[in-house]
C-alpha cells in the first residue's frame, strides 16, 4: 500500500505509462466480464417475457415490466421455498457459529487436556472423509432425511471455519484471560465475556462463510429432500427450472416458443424469465451483504492459510 | 536458616499431560478441574465422530455385496469383486480422463490467473480503484453454482449468448456454435467458469503474500533501475513462492477433486462423456442405480489417491527444502 503511494510521486517512464495504461484496462476488462452475465440477467428479469425470446437484450429492459418478479412472488411454493432458505440460513448459521466458537475456544486454552485429541480430530476429517453412500446411509439411520435437520447438524462444524477462530483467539492477549481467571471467572464467563466479544471480527467473517454457504446449497435438498416439496429451497427450485432448461439444449426452449406463440397478453412467463427473475432474487441478498464484510473476510482468510 | 531450593508447586494447569508421564490418574484429576472445558468440547467430539468417523464404517460396503434392506452386520462379503469390475470398467476409465483432465485444467487455470490477478492489483496505482476491482473480481465467488451454471448455460446459449453474439459479429464463425453440445469444449467450459467464478477470490492470499514483501526491495531495486516487469519478476514471484508452494501441495491432495457441482449442473446427455467424473459416477452408481458397494469402492478409490497424492506432494516439497505443509 505504502510501496503505491510512494510510487505515484516519481516520475514515470514512457514504459511505465504503458505498463499502467494496459493493467487498467485489463483490470476494466475483468471488471466487465465479472458483472456482465449478472447484469444481463437484471435486464432480462424486468423485461417483458415474450419479448425476451427475440432476444437482443443486453443491459436494459427492452419492455420494461416487473410481472415476471409479481409472478414469482405469486407463487405459493416458491414463497415457500424462500422461507426454507431463509430459516436454514439463519438458524444454521446462528448455531454453527456458536458451536464453533465454542470449540475454538476450548482448543485455543493451551491448558486443556483434550486440546491435541480434539484439534486432531477434527483436522483429519478435512483428508478422511467416507464419502457420499456411507454418509447417505447413516442419514438414513439416523432419520434425519426428509427432515428439516439434515440442513443444519451434519454441517454444524466446519474445521476451516474452527481453526480460523481457533488462531483468531490464539493471537488474544493471554494476560486478559489470567486476569479475568484471578477474578474468579470460570471458563464459561471467560468465553461468553471475554473471547466472543474479542472475536467479533472474525465471528462475522465465518458468519458470512457459514450464511453463504446455507443459503447457496442445494445439494442436500436433491440428494435427502426432493421427495418432500415443503422442505424445498430457493436454490434447489432454481435448479430444477435450470435443468428442465438444459433438457433441450437451445435458449429458445420449448417451452419459451409456446409462450411466445401464445403470444399477446401482456401477463406470461416463460422458463427464461422466471429463471432471471429467481437468479436476482437468490443472488441480491449476498451481493448487498458482502461488500461490508470485506475487509473481515480477506482477514479471516489470510489468518486461516498462514496458521491453518 | 538456609533457603532451600524447593521446587515451586507449579500449578496443574499449566501442564500437558505429556510432560507428566505419571499417567492415568494426573489425567483424571485434570478431566475433573477442567470437567467445563470438557462439557463444552465434548458434545461435539461426539457429534464429529457420528458424523464424520461412523460413516468410515461404511467403507465396508465396498468389499461386501450390499443389499439395503439387511442390517449392515449381516451383509455377504464379496472380497475385491467391485474393484476388480471398477478396474475392468472401460467406463470407469473415461471418468478418472475426465476427472483427472478437469483438476489438472482447473489447477493451471486457476493458480495462473490468480497470481497474474493478484500482481496486477498490486501494480495499480489508484487505491479507490485498486479497491473497487477487488470488490467485483470476489462478487461470483458468492453466487451459487446454481446460479453460475445459469449464468454460464446462457452467456453460451445458442441465440442470445453473448460469447456467441460478439463472435459471430466479429466474423470468426460463421454460425453459432452450441457450446455445452459439443464434449470436447466441455472441461474448456468447466476451466473458464472456475477461473470466473473464483479468480478474485483466490487472489486474496497472493494479494496478502505480496504485501509481506519488504518494500525496500522494491525501492533499492528502482534505484539501480529495475523496469516494472524485472521487478515483478525478481522480487514479487519469488515473495509469493513459499504460500504459492503451499497452496499447490493442498491442491495436489484434491486433485481427484474436480468439483460435483459445476459439471452437474452443466452436464446434458451430449457431453456426458467429457462431463461426468467421479463424483457424478458415485452419485449414478450409487444413488440412482443403488448399487452402493460399487459406488463406494470408487469412492474409497477417489480418498486413497488423494492421500497419497497429498503425501507425496508433501515429501517432495520437504526434499527440495520448501514450506511444506505438515
Same mark, same amino acid.
Not at chain 2, 39 to 49: G, T
Not at chain 2, 81 to 101: G, I, S
Given at each position: 500500500?505504502?510501496?503505491?503511494?510512494?510510487?505515484?510521486?516519481?516520475?514515470?517512464?514512457?514504459?511505465?505509462?504503458?505498463?499502467?495504461?494496459?493493467?487498467?484496462?485489463?483490470?476494466?476488462?475483468?471488471?466487465?466480464?465479472?458483472?456482465?452475465?449478472?447484469?444481463?440477467?437484471l435486464?432480462?428479469s424486468?423485461?417483458?417475457?415474450?419479448?425476451?425470446?427475440?432476444?437482443?437484450?443486453?443491459?436494459?429492459?427492452?419492455?420494461?415490466?416487473?410481472?415476471?418478479?409479481?409472478?414469482?412472488?405469486?407463487?405459493?411454493?416458491?414463497?415457500?421455498?424462500?422461507?426454507?432458505?431463509?430459516?436454514?440460513?439463519?438458524?444454521?448459521?446462528?448455531?454453527?457459529?456458536?458451536?464453533?466458537?465454542?470449540?475454538?475456544?476450548t482448543?485455543?486454552?493451551?491448558?486443556?487436556?483434550?486440546?491435541?485429541?480434539?484439534?486432531?480430530?477434527?483436522?483429519?476429517?478435512?483428508?478422511?472423509?467416507?464419502?457420499?453412500?456411507?454418509?447417505?446411509?447413516?442419514?438414513?439411520?439416523?432419520?434425519?432425511?426428509?427432515?428439516?435437520?439434515?440442513?443444519?447438524?451434519?454441517?454444524l462444524?466446519?474445521v476451516f471455519?474452527l481453526? =480460523? &477462530?481457533?488462531?483468531?483467539?490464539?493471537?488474544?492477549?493471554? !494476560? %486478559?484471560?489470567? $486476569?479475568?481467571? *484471578?477474578?474468579?471467572?470460570?471458563?464459561?464467563?471467560?468465553?461468553?465475556?471475554?473471547?466472543?466479544?474479542?472475536?467479533?471480527?472474525?465471528?462475522?467473517?465465518?458468519?458470512?462463510?457459514?450464511?453463504?454457504?446455507?443459503?447457496?446449497?442445494?445439494?442436500?435438498?436433491?440428494?435427502?429432500?426432493?421427495?418432500?416439496?415443503?422442505?424445498?429451497?430457493?436454490?434447489?427450485?432454481?435448479?430444477?427450472?435450470?435443468?428442465?432448461?438444459?433438457?433441450?439444449?437451445?435458449?429458445?426452449?420449448?417451452?419459451?416458443?409456446?409462450a411466445?406463440?401464445?403470444?399477446?397478453?401482456q401477463? =406470461? &412467463?416463460?422458463?427464461?424469465?422466471?429463471?432471471?427473475?429467481? !437468479? %436476482?432474487?437468490? $443472488?441480491?441478498? *449476498?451481493?448487498?451483504?458482502?461488500?461490508?464484510?470485506?475487509?473481515?473476510?480477506?482477514?479471516?482468510?489470510?489468518?486461516?492459510?498462514?496458521?491453518? | 536458616?538456609?533457603?532451600?531450593?524447593?521446587?515451586?508447586?507449579?500449578?496443574?494447569?499449566q501442564?500437558?499431560?505429556?510432560?507428566?508421564?505419571?499417567?492415568?490418574?494426573?489425567?483424571?484429576?485434570?478431566?475433573?478441574?477442567?470437567?467445563?472445558?470438557?462439557?463444552?468440547?465434548?458434545?461435539?467430539?461426539?457429534?464429529?465422530?457420528?458424523?464424520?468417523?461412523?460413516?468410515?464404517?461404511?467403507?465396508?460396503?465396498a468389499?461386501?455385496?450390499?443389499?439395503?434392506?439387511?442390517?449392515?452386520?449381516?451383509?455377504?462379503?464379496?472380497?475385491?469383486?467391485?474393484?476388480?469390475?471398477?478396474?475392468?470398467?472401460?467406463?470407469?476409465?473415461?471418468?478418472?480422463?475426465?476427472?483427472?483432465?478437469?483438476?489438472?485444467?482447473?489447477?493451471?487455470l486457476?493458480?495462473v490467473?490468480?497470481?497474474?490477478?493478484?500482481?496486477?492489483?498490486?501494480?495499480?496505482?489508484?487505491?479507490?480503484?485498486?479497491?473497487?476491482?477487488?470488490?467485483?473480481?470476489?462478487?461470483?465467488h458468492f453466487?451459487?453454482?446454481?446460479?453460475?451454471?445459469?449464468?454460464?448455460?446462457?452467456?453460451?446459449?445458442?441465440?442470445?449468448?453473448?460469447?456467441?453474439?460478439?463472435?459471430?459479429?466479429?466474423?470468426?464463425?460463421?454460425?453459432?456454435?452450441?457450446?455445452?453440445?459439443?464434449?470436447?469444449?466441455?472441461?474448456?467450459?468447466?476451466?473458464?467458469?472456475?477461473?470466473w467464478?473464483?479468480?478474485?477470490w483466490?487472489?486474496?492470499?497472493?494479494?496478502?503474500?505480496?504485501?509481506?514483501?519488504?518494500?525496500?526491495?522494491?525501492?533499492?531495486?528502482?534505484?539501480?533501475?529495475a523496469?516494472?516487469?524485472?521487478?515483478?519478476?525478481?522480487?514479487?514471484?519469488?515473495?509469493?513462492?513459499?504460500?504459492?508452494?503451499?497452496?499447490?501441495?493442498?491442491?495436489?491432495?484434491?486433485?481427484?477433486?474436480?468439483?460435483?457441482?459445476?459439471?452437474?449442473?452443466?452436464?446434458?446427455?451430449?457431453?456426458?462423456?467429457?462431463?461426468e467424473?467421479?463424483?457424478?459416477?458415485?452419485?449414478?452408481?450409487?444413488?440412482?442405480?443403488?448399487?452402493?458397494?460399487?459406488?463406494?469402492?470408487?469412492?474409497?478409490?477417489?480418498?486413497?489417491?488423494?492421500?497419497?497424492?497429498?503425501?507425496s506432494?508433501?515429501?517432495?516439497?520437504?526434499?527440495?527444502?520448501?514450506?511444506?505443509?505438515?
Amino acid at each position: 500500500m505504502n510501496l503505491l503511494k510512494k510510487l505515484t510521486g516519481k516520475r514515470r517512464s514512457v514504459d511505465d505509462l504503458i505498463f499502467d495504461s494496459v493493467n487498467v484496462v485489463l483490470m476494466l476488462l475483468l471488471c466487465v466480464v465479472m458483472l456482465y452475465p449478472m447484469l444481463n440477467t437484471l435486464a432480462v428479469s424486468f423485461n417483458e417475457a415474450t419479448d425476451s425470446v427475440r432476444g437482443g437484450i443486453y443491459l436494459w429492459p427492452r419492455e420494461f415490466t416487473t410481472y415476471n418478479y409479481a409472478h414469482v412472488f405469486g407463487e405459493s411454493q416458491l414463497l415457500h421455498a424462500g422461507m426454507i432458505s431463509v430459516l436454514r440460513t439463519v438458524i444454521g448459521t446462528g448455531l454453527s457459529v456458536f458451536c464453533t466458537a465454542m470449540v475454538a475456544y476450548t482448543i485455543s486454552r493451551q491448558y486443556f487436556v483434550m486440546r491435541k485429541f480434539v484439534t486432531i480430530a477434527f483436522v483429519l476429517t478435512m483428508y478422511l472423509n467416507g464419502g457420499l453412500i456411507p454418509t447417505y446411509l447413516l442419514m438414513r439411520e439416523l432419520s434425519l432425511i426428509g427432515t428439516f435437520w439434515i440442513y443444519i447438524i451434519p454441517g454444524l462444524i466446519g474445521v476451516f471455519n474452527l481453526i =480460523v &477462530v481457533r488462531s483468531f483467539i490464539e493471537g488474544l492477549p493471554e !494476560t %486478559i484471560f489470567e $486476569s479475568a481467571r *484471578i477474578d474468579g471467572a470460570g471458563e464459561f464467563t471467560q468465553f461468553f465475556r471475554i473471547a466472543l466479544p474479542l472475536c467479533l471480527p472474525v465471528i462475522a467473517t465465518i458468519s458470512l462463510f457459514v450464511a453463504v454457504f446455507q443459503w447457496n446449497q442445494w445439494f442436500d435438498v436433491f440428494l435427502y429432500n426432493s421427495s418432500r416439496p415443503e422442505l424445498s429451497t430457493l436454490q434447489y427450485e432454481l435448479m430444477k427450472i435450470l435443468q428442465n432448461s438444459n433438457a433441450s439444449m437451445t435458449s429458445r426452449t420449448a417451452a419459451d416458443a409456446f409462450a411466445s406463440a401464445q403470444g399477446q397478453s401482456q401477463n =406470461v &412467463v416463460t422458463p427464461t424469465s422466471i429463471r432471471a427473475a429467481m !437468479t %436476482i432474487i437468490v $443472488s441480491v441478498p *449476498i451481493i448487498c451483504v458482502y461488500p461490508f464484510l470485506q475487509k473481515y473476510f480477506v482477514k479471516g482468510l489470510t489468518l486461516g492459510g498462514v496458521k491453518g | 536458616m538456609s533457603i532451600q531450593q524447593t521446587p515451586t508447586p507449579i500449578e496443574p494447569k499449566q501442564l500437558t499431560p505429556k510432560q507428566k508421564p505419571t499417567g492415568f490418574m494426573l489425567f483424571v484429576q485434570k478431566c475433573k478441574e477442567q470437567k467445563v472445558l470438557l462439557l463444552m468440547s465434548l458434545p461435539f467430539l461426539i457429534w464429529l465422530f457420528i458424523f464424520r468417523y461412523v460413516p468410515l464404517y461404511g467403507w465396508t460396503m465396498a468389499f461386501q455385496d450390499f443389499r439395503p434392506a439387511r442390517p449392515i452386520l449381516e451383509q455377504d462379503w464379496a472380497g475385491w469383486k467391485h474393484f476388480e469390475f471398477l478396474f475392468t470398467d472401460p467406463r470407469f476409465f473415461e471418468v478418472l480422463r475426465n476427472t483427472l483432465a478437469m483438476s489438472f485444467i482447473n489447477l493451471v487455470l486457476g493458480f495462473v490467473t490468480a497470481i497474474t490477478l493478484a500482481i496486477l492489483l498490486n501494480e495499480l496505482r489508484n487505491l479507490t480503484f485498486k479497491r473497487v476491482v477487488q470488490t467485483i473480481s470476489y462478487m461470483p465467488h458468492f453466487l451459487s453454482w446454481v446460479v453460475a451454471a445459469g449464468l454460464v448455460s446462457y452467456t453460451l446459449s445458442l441465440e442470445n449468448g453473448i460469447i456467441n453474439i460478439i463472435l459471430t459479429n466479429l466474423g470468426i464463425v460463421k454460425e453459432p456454435i452450441l457450446w455445452l453440445g459439443i464434449g470436447e469444449y466441455f472441461w474448456g467450459i468447466i476451466g473458464a467458469s472456475d477461473v470466473w467464478k473464483n479468480v478474485g477470490w483466490n487472489s486474496i492470499i497472493y494479494l496478502a503474500a505480496i504485501t509481506m514483501i519488504d518494500t525496500e526491495q522494491y525501492e533499492a531495486a528502482e534505484i539501480d533501475g529495475a523496469s516494472r516487469f524485472q521487478r515483478i519478476w525478481y522480487i514479487t514471484i519469488p515473495g509469493m513462492k513459499t504460500v504459492i508452494v503451499i497452496l499447490l501441495i493442498m491442491n495436489l491432495g484434491y486433485i481427484l477433486e474436480s468439483g460435483f457441482e459445476a459439471q452437474y449442473l452443466l452436464m446434458n446427455p451430449m457431453n456426458m462423456d467429457y462431463a461426468e467424473n467421479l463424483d457424478i459416477f458415485v452419485l449414478r452408481y450409487g444413488i440412482s442405480m443403488g448399487n452402493f458397494s460399487l459406488a463406494t469402492a470408487a469412492g474409497i478409490f477417489k480418498t486413497v489417491v488423494s492421500f497419497i497424492f497429498l503425501f507425496s506432494a508433501n515429501s517432495i516439497a520437504k526434499r527440495l527444502g520448501e514450506a511444506r505443509l505438515f
